[in-house]
């Protein structure tokens, strides 16, 4: 019984030696070996650290670029459309507060204000 006790140090000291050493090498920074870069088709190695772009790239950003600006405008002009219908809609609501203040003047029954033109009620 006594053996195993001194065999089990050893098997536990070398299996405790390797992780070490793997642990070390793990651990340690190595230097990287340089990325290759593929010659461009013109021939150029490097263009003064410039990045070159393939003319395909190029035309899908022309084309989005177009597409964003078609979209802008689009948005402007709903902007301007939104805009005027909401003072349209304000417009409709002080007619519509108006009237109701004569009617209730005549001693009549007043309209009811439609749900839609509520948030557009500047009162």
């Not at 964003?68 to 349209?88: F, G, M, Q, S, Y």
Request: hydrophobic residues 40%; charged residues 30%; glycine residues 8%.
């Amino acid at each position: 019984m006594g053996g195993d006790g001194t065999v089990l140090g050893v098997v536990i000291a070398v299996v405790g030696g390797i992780c070490s050493v793997l642990v070390a090498r793990v651990s340690t920074p190595r230097e990287r070996p340089a990325v290759e870069r593929l010659p461009m088709a013109d021939g150029d190695d490097d263009a003064g650290g410039e990045l070159k772009v393939s003319p395909e790239i190029w035309r899908r950003f022309e084309v989005l670029e177009q597409k964003v600006d078609h979209l802008t405008a689009v948005v402007e002009t709903k902007k301007i459309e939104v805009t005027t219908l909401e003072r349209l809609l304000r417009q409709a609501m002080r007619i519509i507060r108006r009237a109701n203040r004569r009617l209730v003047a005549a001693h009549e029954v007043p309209e009811e204000v439609p749900r839609e033109l509520i948030p557009y009620s500047i009162e």
